[in-house]
């Protein structure tokens, strides 16, 4: 069985990590080579050894054609790029809970459609005159893109999580008459509509208390009135698991149902039918996780739970044995079939993975430990155990998790999460009712919350580490199993020897004289990161959002900690546009800043802030940097309608080119800068955006680049950069790119580089997945 399961996991990991799905007559030969190894097996001798590679052999085969065909089939549903930007008219349901923290967002399942259009969109509807709830049909007027997020170094790969969710489109509700809902409710829909009705009683219950989503949370899987500070400190102290309703929650459940459920015997209707105690417990325990575990939404981990209580009760049920390590294979070749895009989730590594490091530490010990001896050490080899699935998916490790579990898993399990429970239910009946009992789990973490704030600010909580190398990371996941696994105490000595090197490690960074550039993808902004070799410049910082998020937290950090970026030695904002500024108060939280030099129209600049004035100049690591405008106090009217034409402008100059960095000047500035003697540039970072009001002739003329770089959104309302403004650069010899439609952009200005021949990374495609959009 493990073998089996094994080769089923491989199958799907070497689909969801091609770039392109193969074409059609690669399948032919995979199902060629099964049939081969089919008969082979049956016709090889019946050695143990032969019989289980022959048997992995063929489950990663069929593993590789189950993912293949439901990937291929998912993308045939994939939104046509004729259809993008226009008004298209769509008929379905609302298929999910709304979040709803500022416009209402929510997955719609198409039924009927003017056009083909995927199945299943998300979608955002501004404005709108009210919420839409689970199970209504509507008829709704749409403008749809295909899938898209942000594509950087360290960054989430939200396409991917959209595409793993069955989303072929993205868009939003236009303002149209025509909008109306046609039916309040369906029976398709009666799972979410029950969800969202005991969200609504349970909020009813509690009004706007602070942990109303963290009670919705535990109660229903529905997190979205959790508030983005919440997260981070659930995050830093390592106690995100406790949120998702996994297998410790679900196991509960089915536990203390199971034990009321064993009264069965003192029934009387029982008896005749030879029902025991047993019987009772396998009913109550399967019937209470499979409810809990559908009204939290079935995320992989509670598939995971689920799906080994089922085992579980049904091997008690028949009065078979069936070894932890059997049940657990079973579990993952069930999951595997029910969702193939399940290895897409890093819930689904970090709950089999956790599983598994729990055998690993609890398995072939001699001598029993008390209660806890035994939860020291479970606790003790998850962290551990974990630590590579949460380096190679997150980049960090919460070095306060274990004390922050050791606290709140206990009160989790044992009176939060049955106080939450009991109170929904109590909802249920009334808010009134619902609101006394709910009063104690309330109570517990209005007092521990400000302990787990505690933990989360302190200066050594999360451990941000490099990408390591493949040696590194090998070297990393060969120790931990020596620390897993029961061995003497030099092999454990081995395992610790082999984890040092991943504390020791460190990026490389450019040569001295050299310096690289960065263009991230922050949609419709800028943010700029310039790295010599000992030293860091931010330029700009991207958006804020209105969820209270920016894109400085969701791209500008995790690009810094993933090249190991410990302090930014400047961090330079060129003007005060939300575009451009919005994640500077995240960015000054996430990392020291050692200097800021803001541009004047830069209102709320931090204490000890400096401005930006034409003339200043440093060198870094044999790297000269030189802002050419705008003028010093005296010239800070010059402009004094427009925040753009007095944007801080940057060059910098190594050995091998120099880069000109131009934030949101325009005509009248670009005309001041030619009046100064404008230098030539080897890349350019495009003026606001690629705009019309921007790169006029004479300053394209003037610095002539190899390469001219545009910060822009997939798809933005101002249809940036300008197809003009794009000939134009290309007309004076540039090779264009364009975030949009690249990611995060980098070039290295190494001394080999040939001027004219400029070597650009594009993130869609030095690290591109078949769900890419191209």
């Known amino acids: 069985m493990g073998a089996v399961a094994l080769g089923f996991l491989i199958g799907h990991c070497l689909i969801h990590g091609l770039p392109h799905l193969p074409a059609l007559a690669w399948l032919v030969c995979i199902v060629l080579a099964l049939a081969v190894l089919l008969v082979g097996r049956h016709c090889a001798a019946r050695k143990a050894r032969d ?51 500022v416009d209402p967002q929510f997955a719609f399942d198409v039924v009927d459609a003017a056009a083909k259009v995927p199945k299943r969109l998300r979608l955002t509807w501004y404005r709108a005159p009210s919420i839409p709830q689970p199970g209504e049909q509507w008829q709704l007027t749409v403008r749809l893109k295909r899938r898209n997020g942000f594509a950087n170094p360290g960054g989430f790969d939200y396409e991917g999580h959209l595409f793993r969710e069955g989303f072929g489109a993205v868009g939003y509700v236009r303002d149209d008459d025509d909008n109306r809902r046609l039916q309040v409710a369906t029976r398709r829909y009666v799972i979410a509509r029950a969800r969202a009705w005991i969200g609504s009683r349970i909020a009813a219950a509690v009004g706007d208390h602070p942990m109303l989503g963290v009670l919705q949370g535990l109660a229903i899987g529905d997190t979205s009135a959790m508030k983005a500070q919440q997260w981070r400190v659930f995050a830093a102290t390592g106690t995100t698991h406790l949120m998702a309703i996994s297998g410790l929650h679900i196991g509960m459940v089915a536990m203390l149902a199971a034990w009321a459920g064993g009264g069965i015997v003192r029934w009387r209707r029982a008896q005749p039918l030879g029902l025991t105690a047993m019987h009772g417990q396998v009913l109550a325990g399967l019937a209470a996780a499979a409810i809990y575990s559908v009204l939290a939404g079935m995320s992989v981990p509670t598939q995971r739970t689920l799906v ?137 973490l209005d007092a521990g919350w400000p302990v787990l704030e505690w933990l989360a600010q302190q200066p050594l909580a999360v451990w941000h580490a490099p990408q390591p190398s493949l040696p590194i990371f090998v070297a990393l996941v060969a120790g931990v199993l020596l620390l897993m696994l029961p061995a003497i105490w030099p092999l454990r000595l081995t395992g610790v020897l082999l984890c040092l090197p991943i504390m020791f490690y460190r990026a ?22 310039v790295r010599t070799h000992s030293h860091t410049l931010v330029y700009d910082t991207g958006p ?33 546009d939300q575009d451009h500024s919005g994640g500077l108060s995240d960015l000054l939280a996430g990392l020291p800043v050692r200097a800021l030099a803001v ?64 934030g949101d000047i325009e005509a009248d500035a670009e005309r001041q800068l030619l ?12 003026p606001h955006h690629g705009s019309d009001t921007s790169s006029s002739t004479l300053f394209v003329a003037a610095v002539r680049p190899d390469v001219t770089i545009f910060s822009t959104g997939y798809r933005n309302r101002w249809n940036f950069p300008r197809p003009d403004v794009v000939a134009r650069w290309r007309a004076a010899g540039a090779r264009c790119y364009d975030t949009g439609a690249s990611g995060a952009i980098s070039v290295v200005f190494e001394p080999q580089m040939d001027a004219a021949n400029v070597q650009v990374r594009e993130q869609r495609h030095t690290q591109r997945r078949y769900w890419t959009r191209q």
């Open 544 to 576: 804020s959002y209105q969820s209270g998020r920016s894109a400085a937290e969701l791209a500008v950090l995790p690009f810094l900690r993933y090249r190991d970026v410990r302090s930014v030695d400047l961090l330079m904002v060129s003007h005060g």
């Open 51 to 101: 019989f289980s590679i022959a048997t992995a052999s063929i489950a990663a085969l069929l593993g590789i054609v189950w993912a293949w065909g439901h990937a291929a089939a998912r993308l045939a549903d994939d939104l046509s790029p004729a259809l993008e930007g226009r008004d298209l008219t769509v008929r379905g349901f609302i298929a999910s809970l709304p979040d709803a923290k």
């Open 308 to 444: 080994m209580l089922c085992i579980y009760f049904g091997l008690r049920w028949w009065r078979r044995p069936l070894a932890i390590g059997r049940s657990l294979s079973l579990a993952l070749l069930v999951i595997l079939l029910l969702d193939p895009f399940a290895t897409l989730a890093v819930g689904a590594w970090l709950s089999f993975v956790a599983v598994l490091v729990i055998l690993m530490a609890t398995a072939g010990r001699l001598m029993r430990a008390g209660m806890i001896a035994s939860f020291s050490r479970v606790q003790w080899a998850v962290t551990i155990g974990l630590l590579p699935v949460l380096l190679l998916s997150f980049g960090n490790l919460s070095l306060v998790a274990p004390v922050a579990n050791v606290l709140a898993i206990p009160a989790f399990t044992l009176l939060i999460v049955p106080g939450v429970l009991v109170g929904t239910l109590a909802a249920m009946i009334h808010p009134s009712l619902g609101a006394l009992l709910l009063k104690l789990p309330l109570l517990l």
């Open 599 to 662: 541009g004047p129209s830069v209102i709320k600049a931090p204490p000890g802030s400096t401005g930006c004035e034409r003339g200043q100049q440093w060198q870094w690591d044999g790297v000269w940097f030189t802002v050419l405008h705008p003028d010093g106090p005296a010239g800070e009217q010059t402009f004094p309608e427009s925040g753009n034409d007095a944007s801080c402008v940057l060059l910098i100059r190594g050995r091998a080119g120099s880069a000109l960095l131009t």
């Open 508 to 529: 490389p960074t450019p040569t001295p004289g050299t310096f690289e550039l960065t263009v991230l993808d922050v949609g419709q902004g800028l943010a700029a990161v």
């Open 675 to 686: 009046e100064r003697g404008l230098p030539h540039a080897t890349v350019v970072v495009a």
